[in-house]
């Protein structure tokens, strides 16, 4: 039997609000949920990352809301003013620019401090551009690998790549459109040419566009389509061979193979062949190969 003193503290958490977590549109507007207008809709509060851009999403639905910024540079500030309104009973509602929050958008933090302190936190799904992505890629989900987006600087991008080149799950990266060409190169000479890409471009919009095959090919279609360089990009990369699978290619004596083609090849060209034939990057066999034309 409930005593008397539990009442009081029961009718208090029912009188903590909601922090729900609401996907939004990555470009066509008919893909919000009716479960995602009325949730925003019955919100006393929305944190937006951008609230300009938002905005219009509310106003195109015929809602008007408080709303509260919150990005990468504020949200530890705003988090707390944003629990406030919970403990006073008030249902906040996060969302991003364009598909689901904290996926490569701001939230982590509020979401954390929200379920660190008690209060419920409840997904309202929908729009996500990786999953979209991947659905219509034609490449192995079993198991992928999401890291975001990659290092702006081609030294940290090409190390950040070179960290996942034996990966066998499929890897999924966001990049924006000035970077695209410098990515998809820097995946070449990490990668190899052979390895499969496929790129989704302004996906759910008007001039959505697939481009896939090898990176080579990829990169190849990006040159020639005046389109190549706009829009917003979701990368995924087939993972590489088992361990099971390339005990064949492992049992290549890569030295003696090197050894064998610098005599006859320009060391540059003696790297490219053999990362085709071993899958190994062509970066590590350039530095090995002039190590043994030194010896």
Same mark, same amino acid.
């Given at each position: 039997?409930?005593?008397?003193?539990?009442?009081?503290?029961?009718?208090?958490?029912?009188?903590?609000?909601?922090?729900?977590?609401?996907?939004?549109?990555?470009?066509?507007?008919?893909?919000?949920?009716? %479960?995602?207008?009325?949730?925003?809709?019955?919100?006393? !509060? *929305?944190?937006?990352?951008?609230?300009?851009?938002?905005?219009?999403?509310?106003?195109?639905?015929?809602?008007?809301?408080?709303?509260?910024?919150?990005?990468?540079?504020? #949200?530890?500030?705003?988090? #707390?003013?944003?629990?406030? $309104?919970?403990?006073?009973?008030?249902?906040?509602?996060?969302?991003?620019?364009? =598909?689901?929050?904290?996926?490569?958008?701001? =939230? $982590?933090?509020?979401?954390?401090?929200?379920?660190? %302190?008690?209060?419920? !936190?409840?997904?309202?799904?929908?729009?996500?551009?990786?999953?979209?992505?991947?659905?219509?890629?034609?490449?192995?989900?079993?198991? /992928?690998?999401?890291? =975001?987006?990659?290092?702006?600087?081609?030294? =940290?991008?090409?190390?950040?790549?070179?960290?996942?080149?034996?990966?066998?799950?499929?890897?999924? /990266?966001? #990049?924006?459109?000035?970077?695209?060409?410098?990515?998809?190169?820097?995946?070449?000479?990490? /990668?190899?040419?052979?390895?499969?890409?496929?790129?989704? %471009?302004?996906?759910?919009?008007?001039?959505?566009?697939?481009?896939?095959?090898?990176?080579?090919? !990829?990169?190849?279609?990006?040159?020639?389509?005046?389109?190549?360089?706009?829009?917003?990009?979701?990368?995924? *990369?087939?993972?590489?061979?088992?361990?099971?699978?390339?005990?064949?290619?492992?049992?290549?004596? *890569?030295?003696?193979?090197?050894?064998?083609?610098?005599?006859?090849?320009?060391?540059?060209?003696?790297?490219?062949? !053999?990362?085709?034939?071993?899958?190994?990057?062509?970066?590590?066999?350039?530095?090995?190969?002039?190590?043994?034309?030194?010896?």
């Amino acid at each position: 039997m409930s005593s008397k003193a539990e009442r009081p503290e029961k009718q208090a958490a029912q009188a903590q609000g909601t922090l729900y977590i609401v996907a939004t549109p990555i470009g066509n507007l008919d893909d919000l949920s009716p %479960r995602a207008t009325r949730t925003l809709a019955s919100v006393d !509060v *929305v944190a937006a990352e951008d609230t300009r851009h938002s905005g219009r999403l509310l106003q195109h639905l015929g809602i008007q809301k408080r709303m509260i910024a919150l990005h990468d540079h504020n #949200e530890k500030d705003r988090a #707390e003013a944003l629990i406030s $309104y919970l403990d006073k009973g008030h249902d906040v509602a996060l969302i991003s620019d364009a =598909g689901t929050p904290l996926i490569s958008d701001p =939230g $982590y933090v509020l979401v954390r401090i929200a379920r660190e %302190r008690g209060f419920r !936190v409840s997904p309202v799904p929908g729009p996500c551009a990786l999953v979209a992505a991947l659905s219509a890629a034609g490449l192995p989900t079993d198991r /992928f690998l999401f890291a =975001g987006f990659l290092p702006a600087k081609r030294s =940290g991008r090409r190390s950040a790549l070179d960290a996942l080149r034996r990966e066998t799950a499929t890897l999924v /990266f966001y #990049e924006s459109p000035h970077r695209i060409m410098d990515a998809v190169s820097d995946m070449e000479a990490v /990668f190899g040419e052979a390895r499969e890409l496929v790129l989704g %471009r302004e996906l759910t919009k008007t001039f959505e566009t697939f481009y896939a095959g090898s990176i080579t090919e !990829v990169r190849q279609q990006l040159e020639v389509d005046p389109h190549g360089s706009r829009g917003e990009f979701v990368v995924m *990369v087939r993972g590489a061979e088992s361990a099971a699978a390339a005990g064949a290619e492992s049992a290549l004596d *890569v030295d003696r193979l090197l050894q064998l083609l610098l005599p006859e090849l320009p060391v540059k060209k003696v790297a490219k062949v !053999v990362a085709e034939l071993s899958g190994q990057s062509k970066n590590e066999l350039y530095q090995r190969a002039l190590e043994l034309k030194d010896d």
